[in-house]
């Protein structure tokens, strides 16, 4: 997936990534770590936005990956990136305050402790 003649990048609502989440889709949190601590999706991986170009080799090119931050403006950054460097990547609209807000399922820290 290429971003747009019109320079739009592929995104998908919250709605739409808390589906695709919970029947399997990868989502990579580009958080930094103590956003991550505070609360993040269960099903999410993190990689911080700051050491993404070193981590690329953890991404497949052959896999699509939902791109997700604080509300939406890292994820549409490290999205543009990663599909110019060959990576099929979708922007989530709204980041984890619109997942939270959307009723998304939400953990703390590492332990994976559940938040409401």
Known sequence: MAVAADG??????????IARVTT????????EQSEWDDLHAPQA????????????????SEEQVLIICHSGGRSARVTASLIHAG??????????????AAGGVVVA???GEQRD
Request: proline share 4%.
């Open 87 to 100: 990576y099929d990547a979708v922007n989530v609209e709204g980041g984890m305050l619109a997942w939270r």
């Open 45 to 60: 991986e993190l990689l911080p936005m700051s050491a993404i170009g070193d981590r690329l080799d953890e991404l497949s």
């Open 24 to 31: 399997g889709a990868r989502i990579i949190d580009v958080r």
């Open 8 to 17: 739009v990048l592929p995104s998908v609502t919250i709605e739409e990534a």
């Open 109 to 111: 820290g590492a332990s």
